[in-house]
């Protein structure tokens, strides 16, 4: 008997020995034909996954300190640094990640910000008390999306944008938020594309944007007192036109704005608001400026350019109209993010990020050139000088326009043909950069595989004509996009056709879908993460606020016509060509691609035998923000890469 029991003990220790061998995933996953994945997969990534990154978030606007936005445990938020290479004190405490931050003007003794519940971007708006830590929420804690907004020059007023009305169109508030119950709508709109953008000097005046597409934009002058508004950009016109972005000059008499009139690129223009006439300031540049802001003494315009996938920072003399000196940032080629100067300074923040260079936060000092580091995140212990930088690369397409796109190789010691992982940017309206790879270093340097990041056309950065060219009917130019660049994989003595895996989320997880139907036979696998499966369903249940901007790109489904052209190249209708296996992720909050979109799409591949693995976590939205989930993605992500790409 004594026997038997310590037979049994042992039975039972080496089932729980191998219980602990294979990973459990999280409460809040839901898993559907993914099989076990061993421990092992974990400890062999282990500090793939153990990076992170900062982006500024908001200059204090009296010292020399600022707020930015990082993780230090489940999810990102705000955390406070007082100067270069300071510790990031952490000073929120959601459980859902911070999406947006700003102090006022004048006052420090509290700061706005933003967050969702489960990734649904439904943000409402907090005031944080820095003296006692104490959090008042702002907006209507409904289901309704809010977002901060400029605060006025005074500093007690904030101008934001929210949904609450109807759920559909972006309203235009001002609330003063030390005090929740002066909050009361300005404008009154129609259409989910609203936004406030910068007081006047006097605070008299709102500048506000009308986003209708990402090729047509105006701008609105709006009277503060009475709600009043006026359109300062001409609508009407034979070619659309945007304006985005804006900024008074400090003598109110006119605006700086980003404009591609006239022109196929976004340009630096001056509006004067007496006479509504344009003056452009970069016409000698043939590239997209993607960010700028105006000095407090209107002395310096920085702004920065993308000049074939990588950013350039310029300054612009105001007075003269000239370019200054270029600064020398010593940071090699990579993409910078937004730029904003110091309150009554000459110093510049901004974030910056490279295939060598985790996302960090930096400053310039323009008069004196001096380039300071504010933020050191963690690679997990990944020596960044040894990774590979990316190449440009470009195939001609179907009807011969050259497409462009970007190849990351694996080292060295990786002899042979290497399989290929095509990565498609969402957007569309999106373009694939060298910025930092993250936890994607690992298929590079621990699997051998190449990763090709294609800028299809639709794609931004190469003139409003390459994005304009999948709009509507043209959907499909994209995909055969894809079916040119599987071509050219074949024509590389480096590269292996024989095992390519196509990956993308949001649009690019349609275009992964799409791929996946048209050229079955030419991959081996996809991964899909969260993708539009029918394009009629999808423009039906994405929420009410983006409904109609998605419509003017891809199609009006009330139209029995484009209904119809719709349906047809839905990759849902083309399912049955889908035969090699694929991966479907998805978060159950998502507002845009709805999850019954991925749920739809594996039904049908279950029904027809195709092999589908199904990760769906219930605390998410478009795509997994918090870091046990998007480990457990991983972890799944490399064993199915395992056993359909490289096996």
């Not at 300074?345 to 323009?366: I, K, P």
């Not at 839905?570 to 060509?577: K, R």
């Amino acid at each position: 008997m004594r026997r038997a029991l310590v037979c049994l003990t042992l039975l039972l220790g080496a089932t729980a020995v191998l219980a602990q061998t294979d990973i459990a995933p999280n409460e809040n996953l839901v898993l559907d034909g993914i099989p076990k994945i061993p421990a092992a997969v974990a400890e062999a990534v282990g500090r793939y996954t153990e990076g992170r990154s900062a982006a500024f978030a908001a200059w204090h606007p009296t010292r020399r300190e600022m707020l930015i936005s990082t993780r230090f445990g489940d999810t990102n938020q705000v955390h406070w640094v007082k100067f270069p290479g300071g510790a990031r004190r952490q000073m929120t405490f959601f459980p859902d990640r911070v999406t947006d931050v700003a102090f006022p003007r004048r006052a420090a003794s509290y700061f706005v910000c933003a967050r969702d519940i489960g990734g649904n971007e439904f943000a409402q708006t907090y005031r944080f008390d820095i003296a006692t830590g104490d959090v008042t929420l702002l907006s209507d804690g409904g289901r309704s999306q809010n977002g901060l907004g400029p605060f006025s020059y005074k500093g007690d007023r904030m101008a934001y944008a929210s949904t609450r009305r109807n759920g559909a169109d972006r309203d235009i508030y001002v609330i003063d938020p030390a005090d929740p119950n002066s909050d009361r709508r300005l404008l009154e709109v129609q259409g989910g594309g609203w936004a406030p953008v910068e007081w006047s000097p006097d605070d008299a005046a709102l500048l506000v944007t009308e986003q209708l597409s990402v090729n047509e934009g105006y701008l609105w002058l709006a009277d503060t007192a009475s709600g009043g508004k006026r359109l300062l950009t001409p609508k009407g016109g034979a070619e659309k036109v945007s304006y985005a972005g804006g900024r008074f000059a400090p003598d109110g008499k006119g605006i700086y704005v980003v404009t591609d009139r006239d022109s196929e690129w976004r340009r630096l223009a001056y509006i004067d608001l007496a006479t509504a006439s344009h003056t452009c300031l970069t016409a000698h540049l043939a590239a997209d400026v993607t960010s700028f802001d105006v000095s407090a003494d209107g002395a310096t315009l920085a702004f920065v350019t993308n000049e074939n996938g990588l950013s350039v920072l310029r300054l612009l003399d105001t007075a003269t109209g000239k370019e200054r000196p270029r600064p020398e940032l010593g940071l090699g080629a990579g993409v910078i993010g937004a730029v904003e100067w110091r309150p009554a300074s000459h110093e510049l923040a901004f974030g910056f990020s490279s295939a060598r260079s985790v996302a960090d936060v930096y400053t310039l000092d323009v008069d004196s050139g001096k380039v300071e580091r504010w933020t050191e995140s963690e690679t997990g212990g990944l020596n960044t000088a040894q990774l590979q930088d990316a190449e440009p690369i470009s195939w001609t397409s179907f009807d011969g326009r050259t497409i462009s796109g970007l190849l990351l190789r694996p080292p060295a010691r990786f002899a042979g043909k290497r399989p290929v992982m095509i990565d498609i940017h969402g957007g569309p309206e999106g373009q694939s950069r060298p910025s930092f790879q993250g936890r994607k270093n690992y298929f590079l340097n621990e699997l051998g595989i190449a990763i090709v990041y294609p800028n299809v056309r639709g794609s931004t950065g190469f003139g409003k004509t390459l994005s304009q060219l999948d709009n509507g009917e043209k959907r499909e130019d994209s995909v055969k996009d894809i079916g040119s660049l599987l071509t050219w994989i074949a024509t590389r003595p480096d590269l292996d056709a024989g095992r390519i895996m196509v990956t993308g989320g949001s649009y690019g997880g349609y275009m992964t879908l799409a791929v996946a139907a048209r050229y079955s036979d030419r991959i081996r696998c996809s991964l899909d993460v969260v993708g539009i499966s029918n394009w009629v369903t999808f423009l039906e249940h994405t929420e009410a606020y983006r409904r109609d901007l998605r419509r003017v790109e891809y199609g009006d489904e009330r139209d029995p016509k484009m209904r119809e052209f719709l349906q047809r190249i839905s990759p849902l209708t083309n399912a049955a060509a889908i035969r090699k296996p694929m991966f479907i992720v998805q978060g159950k909050n998502d507002p845009r691609v709805p999850f019954t979109e991925s749920e739809q799409m594996v039904a049908q591949l279950k029904r027809q035998g195709t092999p589908v693995w199904y990760l769906m976590a219930n605390d998410e939205g478009h795509g997994f923000a918090k870091k046990k989930n998007a480990d457990f993605q991983f972890y799944a992500t490399v064993a199915f890469i395992k056993q359909f790409l490289l096996n």
